[in-house]
C-alpha cells in the first residue's frame, strides 16, 4: 500500500515501538530514524528496517516529519524532551507532529503539548492499551487526547497501527483513561492470581476452574489472557510487573488528588512492589500469581 512521503521516526523501540515501526513498513510507510538507549536494540531494528540509527532524539526530529515515542516513563520522557538540550527533539521541533505513546503522569502530556508548541510543532497523546502482538499486527487500542485537528492530521498513521482508534478528549484526559484501565487491569489480575492460588490450595483442578471462572461472574479479559499462565507458571513478558506498578501508581496519585481512597489498587500496588522488590519486576504481571499459590514465592 502507497503512501505520502511522510517520514517517520522512533524514539524508543522496544518490544511496542519496534513493532509498531514494523507494522508501519509493512503498510507501506517510511521509516527514516530509530533511536533508543538501549543501542543495540536499535541497531538491529535500523539495519531491519532500512533506515538510520539515530545518536539522539534530535537526530530523530531533524530527519523525520512525524516522530513516535514509546518511552518507559515519566523521567524518560522528560529526557527526551529537555528543554535548552541539544540532544531533546526540541532541538528540531518546528513544524514536527510528535505522537506520545508512553503511559506517564497525565500533567506531563499537557507540559508537552504546551512547550512542543512553543518550539512551532504539534503534540498528541496516544495512549495504547494492547500488548506486542497487537502492536505487529495493527490492531492497538489507542486513546488519544490533544487538540482536535493535530489528532485528524495523524490519524492516518494511527489508524494504520491500531483497530479502534478513539480521541478521548483534550492532552491528558487519554492519560486518566489509560491509567484507569492499566489499574483496573492490575488489580483483575491480581485478584485472579489469588483465585487460582486459593483454588489449587483447596485441591481443585485448575484447568476446570478457569473454564468456570469464564462462564461465570469471575470471567475477564485478564483471565482469557493470564489464567493459563499463572497455571503452568509461563511468565514471559507482554507486560512487566514493574510497569504494572507504575501504572497502578500513576492512577493513585490521581486518585489521592481527587480525595478519594482505592483499598483495592493500594493493596494491588504492594503486592507488584512486592515481587519488584524480589527481583521479579521484569516477568509479566502474570507473576504476582507466584506471591499467592501455596510453595512458589521464597
Known amino acids: 500500500m502507497e503512501h505520502p512521503p511522510v517520514r517517520i521516526g522512533f524514539v524508543g523501540v522496544g518490544r511496542m515501538g519496534a513493532n509498531m515501526a514494523r507494522r508501519l513498513t509493512d503498510r507501506g510507510y517510511r521509516i527514516t530514524a530509530v533511536q533508543d538507549c538501549h543501542h543495540t536494540s536499535a541497531k538491529t531494528l535500523a539495519i531491519e528496517l532500512g533506515c538510520e540509527e539515530a545518536g539522539s532524539p534530535a537526530r530523530v526530529a531533524e530527519i523525520s516529519d512525524v516522530v513516535i515515542t514509546v518511552v ?39 507540559e508537552i503539548e504546551q512547550a512542543v508548541e512553543r518550539y512551532g510543532g504539534a503534540s498528541l497523546e496516544a495512549c495504547m492499551a494492547s500488548s506486542i502482538t497487537q502492536a505487529r499486527q495493527g490492531t492497538l487500542y489507542l486513546m488519544c487526547g490533544g487538540k482536535p485537528a493535530v489528532f485528524e ?19 491528558g484526559e487519554a492519560a486518566k483513561v489509560k491509567a484507569l484501565v492499566n489499574m483496573v487491569m492490575n488489580s483483575n489480575t491480581a485478584a485472579l492470581a489469588e483465585g487460582l492460588g486459593l483454588g489449587e490450595a483447596l485441591g481443585i483442578d485448575l484447568t476446570m476452574l478457569r473454564e468456570v471462572f469464564g462462564q461465570t461472574g469471575a470471567a475477564s479479559r485478564v483471565l482469557e489472557t493470564d489464567g493459563e499462565d499463572m497455571q503452568q507458571r509461563a511468565h514471559d513478558c507482554y507486560f ?15 486518585a489521592h ?40 514465592f521464597a
Open 72 to 110: 518507559s516513563d515519566d523521567a524518560a520522557m522528560r529526557e527526551i524532551y529537555a528543554e535548552h538540550h541539544p540532544s531533546s527533539l526540541f532541538a528540531h521541533a518546528k513544524n514536527r507532529l510528535f505522537v506520545n505513546c508512553a503511559t506517564i503522569t497525565p500533567s506531563i502530556h499537557v
Open 257 to 296: 488528588q481527587s480525595g478519594l481512597s482505592l483499598p483495592v489498587a493500594e493493596a494491588t500496588l504492594a503486592q507488584y512492589r512486592r515481587l519488584i522488590s524480589a527481583g521479579k519486576g521484569e516477568l509479566d504481571k502474570s507473576a504476582v500469581a507466584e506471591l499467592t499459590f501455596k510453595g512458589r
Open 240 to 254: 512487566s510487573a514493574a510497569h504494572a506498578a507504575k501504572d497502578s501508581a500513576i492512577a493513585l496519585d490521581l
Open 153 to 171: 492530521r495523524a490519524r492516518p498513521i494511527l489508524g494504520a497501527m491500531s483497530a479502534n482508534l478513539r480521541y478521548v478528549g483534550k492532552a
